[in-house]
């Protein structure tokens, strides 16, 4: 499975950005998607997951009410749209894929290489 995240960048505090994540190599379909994200000097922590077609979704509480994720089976790509930006929001964000099935599981198999996304204050 290949994933190949995009849509990083430079935003000011309060502004917004979203990531994309496109996906090959697997039945789209078949896989529970999520993204994570590591700051500088810390561990890669979870965001966000949605399960295979979308009619579930959790997220981390540090993004809840400003961040929301999304797929497009048709177009094996999932989102990651992010409002109301906070310097803290800073990190390389990763884009995460697995065959199972529940999104409360924050197992993930497979890892994409990164996009890094920087708040500005």
């Known amino acids: 499975v290949q994933l190949q995240a995009s849509g990083g960048g430079l935003v000011q505090t309060g502004g917004s950005l979203t990531l994309s994540c496109s996906v090959s190599?697997?039945?789209?379909?078949?896989?529970?998607m999520g993204w994570f994200r590591r700051a500088p000097g810390t561990e890669r922590a979870f965001v966000a997951a949605?399960?295979?077609?979308?009619?579930?979704?959790d997220y981390a509480d540090s993004v809840k009410g400003r961040f929301t994720i999304s797929r497009d089976n048709a177009k094996n790509t999932v989102y990651l749209q992010m409002s109301s930006l906070k310097p803290e929001d800073t990190a390389v964000y990763y884009c995460?894929?697995?065959?199972?099935?529940?999104?409360?599981?924050?197992?993930?198999?497979?890892w994409g290489q990164g996009t890094l996304v920087t708040v500005s204050s």
């Open positions: 949605i399960s295979k077609f979308g009619g579930n979704t």
């Open positions: 190599g697997h039945t789209f379909s078949d896989l529970k």
């Open positions: 995460v894929a697995d065959k199972g099935r529940l999104v409360v599981t924050k197992a993930y198999e497979y």
